[in-house]
């Protein structure tokens, strides 16, 4: 593939305003447009290893997940075959493909509905990476990338960060930044000399304080959660949700993200005024997702 490397290059940090304050905003959107975001990342590791002693890439998750999309075009670059398993599909995004669905299979993805699901999540999802169905030849990515693998790419982002406030002289930083599995957030708390605050989208701080002591059972590594006053279901259209999505897209020219953004955005603008100093946010990618999302809220009559 002549269009992805496999160095990623370095996210610029641009300005951003939102509601009367300025803020950096680390590019993680811009590392590539194929290969982007957190899911870059996370990925890294794999980018610049030797894999082939692989047939295939094995994963499993939602069918709008980015990072399905991500190992799409990994194994694409490494021309692995990429096994994708998932929950029976819904008829019309079958016969109409959108999004990042739509995207993998444009990368070759081959997808398998199981109806039984929630029993194959709970084996993949073990601790121990013992269970291997599909055979030596597979290599198996958990749901989301929550690897400990994922930490040497989010290493970079966090030496990165420090690269560049240096360069500008900067002393003092606070770091926002979503969290899904947490994989993430807690791998750049861990790297990074400056406090890195996080919102969980896909559980509440419980869940995600689980999902860190998985990856890590010294709790110093772990960024400080912060929760909204109100409380969300993940995947879940809110007019709220679009409505600062808009507003901060719109006011500084730059498309953000719709799943995961919003709520991180809410819990931002809920508790800036306790956090003294300059404030980064990190532009985690996964805008390919925005179109089914878009779809739904126009479905719903929330647009
Ligand atoms: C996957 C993803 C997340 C969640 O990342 P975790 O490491 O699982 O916490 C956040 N934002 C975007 C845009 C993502 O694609």
């Not at 894999?51 to 021309?79: D, R, T």
């Not at 807690?186 to 890195?196: A, C, E, I, M, T």
């Not at 808009?246 to 020219?253: A, C, Q, R, V």
């Not at 709520?263 to 300059?278: P, R, V």
Request: hydrophobic fraction near 35%; aromatic fraction near 14%.
């Amino acid at each position: 593939m002549d269009y992805i490397d496999s160095k990623l290059k370095e996210s610029p940090v641009h300005e951003m305003t939102f509601r009367g304050r300025t803020y950096f905003l680390k590019r993680d959107d811009l590392i590539n447009p194929f290969f982007n975001g957190n899911k870059a990342r996370k990925f890294d590791y794999y980018l610049n290893s030797d894999l082939s002693s692989y047939k295939k890439i094995v994963s499993y998750g939602g069918n709008q997940s980015n990072a399905m999309f991500s190992l799409s075009v990994l194994a694409k670059i490494k021309n692995l075959q990429f096994d994708y398993y998932l929950k029976p599909l819904p008829l019309f995004l079958k016969k109409n493909p959108v999004g990042n669905f739509k995207y993998a299979l444009e990368f070759g993805m081959n997808y398998f509905e199981l109806p039984n699901y929630e029993e194959f999540f709970q084996k993949m999802s073990s601790p121990e990476k013992t269970y291997d169905k599909s055979g030596k030849d597979a290599l198996l990515i958990r749901q989301g990338g929550a690897e400990k693998e994922a930490e040497q790419g989010v290493e970079k982002m966090a030496d990165e960060i420090h690269k560049w406030a240096d360069e500008n002289g900067i002393k003092k930083l606070s770091i926002f930044i979503q969290s899904g599995t947490g994989t993430t957030a807690l791998y750049l708390q861990k790297h990074l000399n400056f406090k890195v605050y996080t919102t969980p989208n896909i559980g509440n701080s419980e869940y995600l304080l689980k999902q860190f002591a998985l990856l890590d059972d010294d709790s110093s590594n772990y960024p400080v959660i912060l929760e909204t006053e109100k409380k969300y279901i993940f995947g879940k259209p809110y007019k709220e949700y679009y409505d600062i999505w808009k507003e901060i897209s719109e006011e500084n020219t730059i498309e953000f993200e719709l799943l995961y953004d919003p709520k991180t955005l809410i819990a931002l603008s809920e508790h800036n005024k306790n956090i003294k100093g300059d404030i980064m946010y990190i532009h985690s990618g996964g805008i390919v997702g925005n179109e089914t999302m878009l779809a739904r809220y126009k479905y719903l009559g929330l647009i």
